[in-house]
């Protein structure tokens, strides 16, 4: 990892002069830039969250993908062109699945899930059903849960050919960003009629719970995103919903601009999930849920959003094991050998993470809830970016705990506590990429 290091490094003094070109001064915060700007204080109930403890292991599928989306991870961060997306990330269903019995039987009171990625995973659905295969005859089985990441296209021509993948799941991730126009506009090669329709059909033959899952450009609405789920969960064909901001080395065009359109629809959702709980409802918003369960707690997450540092979430690629499936082959901290031995180093895994004191982290008011920004976007992305989603995720935070005496209130009325936001939908922030 010293590599990698030394060339983060070598970036942040090269591009630390651009921070201060998108520091944003709130007219109630002040210089958002500030890591003192926003301070979480100590919780306010005494009890303990119960948190989520499940090994999660993704495994990417298939590099391959049937829709153009703009600003495809796979190549713009973690790959340099879609060619090489589609020479690595090819799954060989008996190394995985030994790979993935290796990694659960170290850890054997923990139960595992399993997350299927790609490209699109559904295009090679003999792949997972095969990986399936192996392992529920396996002795991790009974520990066993399957979830799967898609953007919804081929879900009736898995139906038809492999209805196991439909029927036997526990959650399906949908990649949707907001209403029909917006959604065609960015997931591009998609059809948001054709996607719903599939909805429609997993609900109908499936006890599989529904997750849509936003990703926040420059120029989308997240106003949008939240309706383009509202009409879905109001009809019972979605049960969660989490948004983030785009990993990219792009800076914005407009940053003032855009952080003051992402406080006024970011305030719209906390006005409608506040008419919920006035009502005893919990609005099943994944990581708006943990925020507040943490804040009223206090506490503390102590690691980057998704742990990538603790050796509790991993993701196997093309053989290698990595600690984020978004994060390029060099990030990568072992091997599944033919044999189905692994060749690990978790020990390097903190190194993953030195970036966090060059960025202040452990002096920010918000490190409580954020543990550290994503090292995808730290680590690939650029320097002026990722500050920029600092200062958004600080006022995010503000707006939520403005909301606190109110929330209190709602949940005191219907006798509800942290614990109950956490498992309504909490727990599953780390199954997505954690905070906005």
């Known amino acids: 990892m010293e590599h990698i290091n030394a060339k983060f490094f070598s970036k942040f003094n090269a591009e630390i002069a651009s921070y201060y ?46 829709a153009r989306c703009r600003g495809c991870i796979n190549v713009s961060l973690t790959c340099e062109n879609r060619l090489e997306a589609l020479e690595i990330f090819e799954a060989e269903p008996e190394r995985e699945a030994k790979g993935i019995i290796q990694l659960a039987n170290e850890y054997p009171k923990r139960p595992v899930t399993i997350v299927f990625y790609g490209g699109e995973p559904l295009l090679a659905p003999q792949k997972i059903i095969k990986i399936k295969e192996i392992l529920e005859k396996s002795p991790i089985a009974s520990r066993l849960r399957f979830m799967l990441i898609t953007n919804g296209m081929l879900v009736a021509k898995a139906w038809e050919n492999y209805p196991e993948i439909v029927k036997d799941f526990w959650l399906y ?34 006890k599989a719970q ?41 800076p914005f065009l407009d940053f003032s601009g855009y952080i003051s359109r992402y406080e006024k629809e970011f305030s719209q959702i906390l006005d409608a999930y506040l008419n919920y709980l006035s009502e005893g409802k919990i609005l099943p918003i994944i990581h708006l849920n943990e925020l507040i369960a943490f804040l009223l707690t206090g506490t503390r997450r102590g690691h980057t959003a998704c742990g990538v540092e603790r050796a509790e979430n991993f993701d196997l690629v093309g053989g290698k094991i990595l600690a984020c499936a978004d994060l390029p082959l060099e990030f990568a901290i072992g091997e599944i050998k033919d044999s189905g031995e692994l060749e690990i180093k ?4 903190p190194e993953l993470v030195n970036y966090k004191e060059a960025l202040g982290c452990h002096f920010c008011g918000i490190e409580p809830y954020c543990g550290g920004r994503c090292p995808v976007q730290v680590l690939t992305g650029s320097l ?32 509800l506590y942290p614990q109950d936001l956490y498992d309504s939908s909490g727990f599953l922030a780390r199954y997505t990429d954690v905070i906005p």
């Open 21 to 66: 070109n998108v520091s944003f001064c709130h007219f109630k915060y002040g210089n958002l830039a500030s890591p003192h700007a926003v301070v979480i204080e100590k919780g306010l109930f005494d009890h303990k969250l119960e948190l989520d403890s499940s090994l999660i292991i993704h495994v990417t599928i298939t590099g391959r993908c049937n």
């Open 173 to 206: 991730s949908f990649s949707i960003d907001g209403r029909k126009e917006q959604h065609e506009a960015v997931r591009i090669g998609t059809n948001l009629d054709i996607i719903h329709r599939n909805i429609s059909l997993l609900k109908e033959n499936s």
């Open 210 to 250: 529904v997750l849509i899952w936003s990703t926040l450009r420059e120029e989308q609405s997240l106003a949008d995103c939240f309706q383009g789920f509202m009409d879905l969960y109001e009809n019972g064909l979605a049960d969660y919903f989490f948004y983030h901001f785009a990993e990219t080395d792009k």
């Open 346 to 349: 978790t020990e390097a895994l």
């Open 384 to 415: 002026e970016r990722t500050l920029a989603y600092c200062q958004l995720l600080r006022l995010h935070v503000a707006l939520v705990l403005e909301k606190i005496p109110l929330i209190k209130k709602y949940l005191k009325k219907w006798k």
